[in-house]
């Protein structure tokens, strides 16, 4: 390379040391109308302040010229659009900055998958991230503007009346179809909210900004009140009929926005635990906080809640999320990241070596979240107070700690082998095809709009079928409707302990769903708020299975099971399996195919969810599992 060539070139030629980043600086030419940019390179552990960028690339090539450290470089037209936008707009624009398409040498993999490893650090160490949501439009300028007064108002309110209005806050709160809630679905239909790299981004975060052209609000402030004003009973950020008309059959972003949403804060709280007793997340300027990180328990929730999201490259599914994770897992993997041509190219040998690495740790999934957090998001005072939390704790130690575990992931192939038994078989599922991936009914709920959805129909079909199941297998009457078997309440739950009003709310919800849904403005305020709970269970459930098994019982799984597939118990693991063997057949119980098992789903099965439970239900023979 020659001097000249070196001279231009937008990167020095010394590459980063261990531990090193660059920060840019802009600058704007008013002489030669260009922007300027500046890199440094410093050490991580000792540079003060600093803004990071999340963003989304977008697909446009890298065709624009800007000048950076007097060389050329090439820029995708969004990134020169946000680099404008930065010079003036951000909250402190003296701040140098760390973008990732800029202060990484994309051309040098060596660089790139150093600087992967760093990620963590970066985003821990900054002083805000950044979300780019583009440039200041109609659109978004309006309710960026109204933002804070209304979150104000949404933390503040209390319901004195009842009423119809669901937006209904007070005088000051913007009304149904006001301007403020379409701004509002605008951005969330961004695709941020889509990428997978840019979840990670925002977790690690300190403090958080969304900057839309020359307005921004606080980040942990837009969630939260999309988060509550989604989810909450009395929820204020949803879909009227006329959306939910639009959605369907239309795969809408801000579905995946208000799952992210919640997401987001979840893991949030997870992550970072402040020195303080401060319920504010510290800012680091103003006080120091601890990155604990996800360990194997968090991470079935983590890969469930950003299985829709997306990537460029297969192997990123790995890396976007590794800088979550605590400082074991992440000394297993990072060692790991390889963005050569080959790396990216057999990605899958990526994907089976997290998968065993997280496989060899201690791994438990809560039934909780296998079906979109349904105990989680149930109102506890359905249930009868049987367990505290302490003898759930004695119970996960007893399935984590059973002497006959054993979990193997040998090097040379691709197969998992786990120790368990067989604890029941699969005789009759019911299920509809139609519902799967029903988004628009799953994150829209409302007694009121799910009467417009056409999939509400193939719900209460689908209830209706498996209410009858449970009738059949607990010796009712199907054309009974004073009969309803305390099983088939426990499974729309998602948990064993139930009280005497179970079925009375189950009616009244049952009620408004078939068509009356004025019939909860007669209830009283406690029986209105258990029969939503209901209705909101049995929306989460649409899209899974129903299924009676050969030992006489009613669950419900995930879709896709056929009768003689084998409900097992792995030592040491929390769920239930569903696997299937070649030429399975409901009986007999003990004896299934031979070859490897195929993995169909995990299930949640009412009094076999604890170790004692399963032993006494046992209908083979410890056995090696090599599932496929």
Avoid at 162 to 191: A, I, V
Avoid at 199 to 218: I, K, P, R, T, W
Wanted: glycine share 4%.
């Amino acid at each position: 390379m020659s001097a000249s060539s070196a001279r231009s070139s937008p990167y020095p030629s010394r590459r980063l040391r261990p531990g090193e980043i660059r920060l840019l600086t802009i600058d704007w030419s008013s002489h030669s109308r260009a922007i300027h940019l500046t890199t440094q390179s410093l050490d991580l552990s000792i540079t003060p302040y600093f803004d990071v960028m999340s963003y989304v690339w977008g697909n446009a090539p890298v065709s624009i010229e800007v000048i950076c450290n007097k060389g050329q470089l090439r820029v995708s037209p969004s990134t020169n659009e946000m680099l404008t936008h930065l010079r003036l707009d951000r909250p402190n624009p003296d701040r140098p900055l760390w973008i990732d398409a800029i202060c990484i040498n994309q051309e040098d993999e060596i660089e790139k998958a150093s600087q992967i490893r760093l990620m963590q650090r970066i985003y821990r160490r900054a002083s805000q991230v950044i979300i780019w949501f583009g440039p200041s439009i109609p659109e978004t300028r309006a309710f960026m503007t109204d933002f804070p007064r209304v979150a104000e108002l949404a933390k503040i309110w209390r319901p004195k009346i009842w009423t119809h209005d669901k937006f209904w806050r007070g005088e000051k709160w913007p009304p149904d179809y006001d301007h403020f809630w379409s701004e509002l679905f605008h951005l969330l239909n961004h695709d941020w909210f889509k990428r997978l790299w840019t979840f990670q981004e925002v977790v690690l975060a300190n403090q958080a900004a969304l900057l839309c052209g020359s307005h921004y609000v606080d980040v942990d402030d837009l969630f939260e009140f999309v988060d509550k004003g989604h989810y909450a009973h009395s929820s204020y950020v949803t879909y009227t009929s006329k959306e939910v008309a639009c959605a369907l059959g239309n795969t809408h972003l801000k579905d995946i926005a208000f799952a992210a949403c919640r997401a987001v804060r979840h893991f949030r709280n997870q992550t970072v635990v402040p020195l303080s007793d401060s319920a504010t997340r510290p800012h680091r300027e103003t006080g120091p906080i601890i990155f604990s990180g996800l360990d194997m328990l968090n991470l079935p929730r983590l890969l469930h809640d950003l299985r829709s999201r997306y990537v460029q490259e297969p192997v990123d599914r790995v890396w976007a999320i590794v800088g979550l994770l605590n400082e074991e897992l992440q000394g297993h993997l990072l060692p790991f990241i390889d963005h050569s041509d080959e790396g990216r190219t057999e990605y899958w040998k990526t994907h089976v070596r997290f998968a065993k690495i997280s496989l060899n740790r201690p791994v438990i999934t809560s039934k909780s979240l296998l079906l979109h957090e349904n105990s989680a998001s149930t109102d506890r005072s359905l249930l009868c107070s049987k367990t505290d939390e302490q003898e759930g704790q004695l119970d996960v130690s007893e399935l984590m700690n059973h002497p006959s575990k054993f979990i193997s992931t040998a090097e040379n192939d691709n197969l998992l082998q786990i120790s368990g038994f067989v604890v029941d078989v699969i005789s009759e599922v019911v299920e509809h095809s139609r519902l799967l991936g029903a988004k628009s009914y799953w994150f829209a709920f409302n007694f009121d709009l799910v009467l417009n959805n056409p999939l509400h129909r193939v719900v209460l079909e689908v209830s209706n079928q498996a209410l009858a199941l449970a009738r059949r297998i607990y010796g009712g009457t199907e054309n009974d409707d004073t009969d309803i078997p305390p099983e088939f309440l426990v499974c729309l739950l998602m948990d064993d302990r139930c009280s005497s009003t179970m079925d009375v709310s189950y009616r009244n919800a049952m009620i408004s769903l078939t068509g009356a849904p004025s019939y909860l403005d007669s209830l009283s305020e406690q029986r209105r708020s258990k029969a939503w709970d209901f209705g909101g269970q049995i929306s989460k459930l649409a899209g899974h299975s129903f299924f009676s098994t050969t030992g006489g019982r009613f669950r419900t799984a995930h879709p896709g099971l056929k009768a003689g597939d084998k409900v097992g118990a792995s030592y040491g693991g929390e769920p239930l399996y569903v696997l299937r063997w070649p030429n399975d057949s409901p009986t007999p119980f003990s004896e299934h195919g031979s070859g490897h098992a195929e993995f169909c789903c995990p299930a949640y099965i009412p009094h076999l969810m604890k170790q004692c439970e399963r032993d006494a239900a046992k209908l083979s023979e410890d056995e090696i599992f090599v599932i496929a």
